[in-house]
């Protein structure tokens, strides 16, 4: 085999990206090239992203994102072996934007093309940068979505837990708007969260304690605009502490959730522990879970910050994958707005950042 060498497209949210990836025959990854254009100006002023305006945005900066990819890996499209695309979950409009371009260079090309779960994008990124090993124990905490999953190869998800309510990142998103802070939350309250008295409030953890791995936030979030509203005006302490508390609260529950998928999963033991997702960028609970991890002797794995966010070098990476692994291409992929790693969990109903959650 030769190495493989693949452009991916990510347009699901509010980060138009693309991303050259390539594989060698031994297995090894590189990242040849990684261009990620954020819309966070013009979502900024909404508090969230505009489903509209997003899909809009792509359309300008697509084109011009994917020459930026080109050039920086010094390739022309002859260069290239496939074309793999975010077809889902995600915001359909950003999804549609990207899957076209793609189909398009693909046919002028005659290059295969693959439309990647987007969640398998995050799913698989650590085996990329930090040569996780199959199978691991996946928490993918992102702004439209939080699991447990026990990840065994390519293709092969198996869901522990979901979030029954809000998705990690959005209450981070939703404690930083109810706190007066910049969007998105995530990074804000980290900042905030840092210069906090974690102890001082003392917020619910709904189902920590209970059996199965499942999460649930939103208790939490009302938590905190009840505590806010209770003490307001808010103080730059008071705000610090609030996000100090969130923050540790939320540790406790990614704890106790962890243990639990550990216990459940004890018959096929990972290799590794693996943060993925947008949260996962968060240095807190990185260093939380890793001391976690290094209590029970197993390895914790998380991709660096900036692949943690939404990018496309996971998309390219997977389609590698899929190339490798022989998977045929579908000139004809759809966007889907739902689409679950796992096809066989029961479906979780809800909204996230990206429109309908899978
Ligand atoms: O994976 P991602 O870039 O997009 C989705 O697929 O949703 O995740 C974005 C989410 C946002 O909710 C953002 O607030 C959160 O990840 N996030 C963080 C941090 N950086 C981004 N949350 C907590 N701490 C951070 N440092
Ligand atoms: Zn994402």
């Not at 090894?28 to 969230?48: C, K, P, T, W």
């Not at 939080?146 to 065994?152: D, E, I, K, P, S």
Request: proline share 6%; charged share 20%; hydrophobic share 45%.
């Amino acid at each position: 085999m030769s190495v493989r060498t693949v452009l991916g497209i990510e347009t699901s949210c509010d980060e138009t990206a693309a991303a050259i990836v390539s594989l060698a025959p031994g297995g090894d990854g590189r990242i040849v090239s990684n261009v990620v254009l954020s819309q966070l100006e013009e979502h900024s002023a909404y508090g969230g992203v505009v489903p509209e305006i997003a899909a809009r945005a792509h359309v300008d900066a697509l084109d011009q994102v994917i020459a930026s990819a080109m050039d920086q890996a010094d390739m022309q499209f002859g260069d290239l072996d496939a074309i793999a695309v975010t077809a889902g979950p995600g915001l359909v409009g950003g999804l549609l934007v990207g899957v076209m371009t793609a189909k398009a260079i693909a046919a002028a090309r005659g290059l295969p093309l693959y439309g990647v779960n987007h969640l398998e994008g995050h799913a698989l990124t650590a085996a990329l940068t930090d040569g996780a090993a199959f199978p691991y124990l996946l928490l993918l905490v992102s702004g439209g979505h939080t699991q447990l999953l026990q990840v065994g190869g390519l293709g092969d998800y198996r869901r522990l837990g979901s979030t029954i309510d809000d998705a990690l990142g959005e209450a981070f998103d939703k404690t930083a708007k109810m706190l007066g802070l910049p969007y998105p939350g995530g990074p804000a309250v980290e900042k905030m969260a840092a210069k906090g008295d974690p102890a001082r409030f003392p917020l619910p953890r709904p189902l920590v304690g209970k059996a199965g791995c499942d999460f649930s936030f939103s208790g939490l979030k009302s938590a905190i605009r009840r505590t806010a509203e209770e003490i307001a005006p808010l103080s730059e302490k008071d705000i610090a502490d609030l996000c100090a508390s969130f923050q540790a609260t939320v540790i406790g529950i990614l704890e106790n959730r962890i243990a639990n998928a550990l216990a459940e999963i004890s018959d096929d033991q990972p290799t590794a522990l693996v943060a993925a997702g947008g949260v996962a960028a968060n240095q807190a609970i990185r260093g939380r879970l890793e001391a976690l991890c290094r209590s029970s002797g197993l390895p914790f794995l998380a991709p660096p910050p900036e692949l943690c966010t939404d990018n496309a070098a996971m998309i390219a990476w997977t389609g590698a994958l899929k190339l490798n692994a022989e998977l045929p291409g579908d000139s004809d992929i759809l966007p889907r707005a739902r689409w679950p790693l796992d096809e066989t969990a029961t479906p979780v109903i809800g909204h996230g950042r990206k429109g309908a959650r899978a």
